[in-house]
């Protein structure tokens, strides 16, 4: 009995913790990357005005576009051969 | 709290449960009419009202334990990843390099799919119910309510305005049964490409926003920097989406993939 309520524990917290892990991190780890980059530079900004309000969003601003260049399919250079 | 950034929040909230909702929408009506309408009812009431539990038991013990600075990083952190990604998809989409959401294309493919389910017909089973029919619809309302439940939280639980919020994500669940109810089919005539647009360039600025407040950084003019924030993503999300259609165009195949992506 106890056995099976510890197996149906751990199958529960396996499940949580692939669905927050597809949640989160998914096919995207360098958004959640970033987030924890852009989070480490706010707080060495604490305090700051201007430099946090345009860091910020430059930083959110450059790593979306690293990661939008991952996923796109890159068009073909020149025509395939007949 | 301003009003302006009132007004972003609902905006958020709203789209973002009116996407999820019609998506959910789509397998409910595909679960009912393959597999019969009692149990998609069944599963899809079973499961907004497990999410509105989730509500209401991580949501008000956030807002009353957890210190208001910690919670604004932790909130600004997930609504940045789940902004940028929305947001990243977004530019894929409209660029051409991922094909659009498809509500009728989800929706055909899950009705064939429950009609080649044998074994346990609705008509069938003793009690009237059909597990599968529940289980669809189930999932497919948890599944997409869970992101939703985050959004309200994390933008309730942020700014002390959980009820408002809550009420935001409401309005849109009916709004979206009634008209569910009165058309019995799955709504692809919802522009739900340009609503997620939205939805990602706002919860991106309120992630930048609430990471910067929570840290210690003072935004220039307070909450007004919210709507600032809101239109320099918006001119982002232009000037990315410009220069992947002109300068890097998709190959002719990539839209034949991830039709069915969320």
Redesign the interface.
């Known amino acids: 009995m106890t056995n099976a309520v510890a197996n149906a524990g751990a199958r529960a917290a396996r499940w949580f913790g692939r669905f927050v892990w597809d949640?989160?991190i998914?096919d995207?780890p360098e958004?959640?990357l970033?987030?924890?980059v852009?989070?480490a530079v706010?707080?060495l900004?604490?305090?700051?005005?201007?430099a946090?309000?345009i860091l910020?969003?430059l930083l959110?601003?450059g790593?979306?576009?690293a990661?939008?260049?991952r996923?796109?399919?890159?068009?073909?250079s020149r025509p395939a051969r007949p | 709290m301003h009003t302006s950034s009132t007004l972003v929040l609902v905006l958020a909230v709203f789209g973002a449960c009116l996407v999820e909702m019609v998506e959910a929408l789509t397998l409910v009506v595909a679960a009912g009419v393959s597999r019969g309408w009692r149990s998609a009812l069944e599963g899809a009431a079973a499961a907004v009202l497990v999410l509105a539990v989730l509500v209401l038991a991580v949501g008000v013990p956030l807002i009353r334990y957890v210190p208001i600075d910690a919670l604004r990083v932790i909130v600004g952190a997930l609504l940045l990843v789940l902004g940028l990604g929305w947001l990243r998809k977004a530019i894929l989409r409209s660029s051409g390099h991922k094909a659009p959401h498809d509500e009728d294309k989800i929706y055909d493919e899950t009705v064939a799919e429950l009609r080649g389910e044998s074994g346990d017909a609705p008509s069938g089973h003793p009690t009237g119910r059909d597990p599968v029919g529940f289980a669809v619809a189930f999932k497919g309302v948890f599944l997409e309510g869970t992101e939703v439940v985050l959004i309200v939280i994390s933008l309730g639980a942020a700014q002390h305005r959980l009820g408002l919020a809550a009420l935001a994500a409401a309005a849109a669940v009916v709004l979206v049964t009634v008209v569910g109810v009165l058309v019995s089919r799955q709504l692809s005539e919802v522009p739900e490409n340009t609503i997620k647009t939205a939805v990602g360039i706002m919860l991106s600025s309120f992630g930048v926003f609430w990471v910067g407040e929570g840290a210690g950084v003072h935004w220039p003019g307070s909450d007004l920097a919210i709507p600032v924030l809101v239109g320099v993503f918006l001119v982002v999300y232009l000037a990315y989406t410009a220069l992947l259609r002109t300068l890097l165009p998709a190959a002719p195949d990539a839209v034949s993939e991830g039709v069915t992506a969320p």
């Open positions: 949640f989160v998914g995207t958004l959640a970033a987030t924890g852009i989070v706010a707080f900004l604490d305090g700051s005005e201007w946090g309000a910020l969003p959110a601003a790593f979306l576009l990661s939008t260049l996923g796109r399919r890159r068009a073909p």
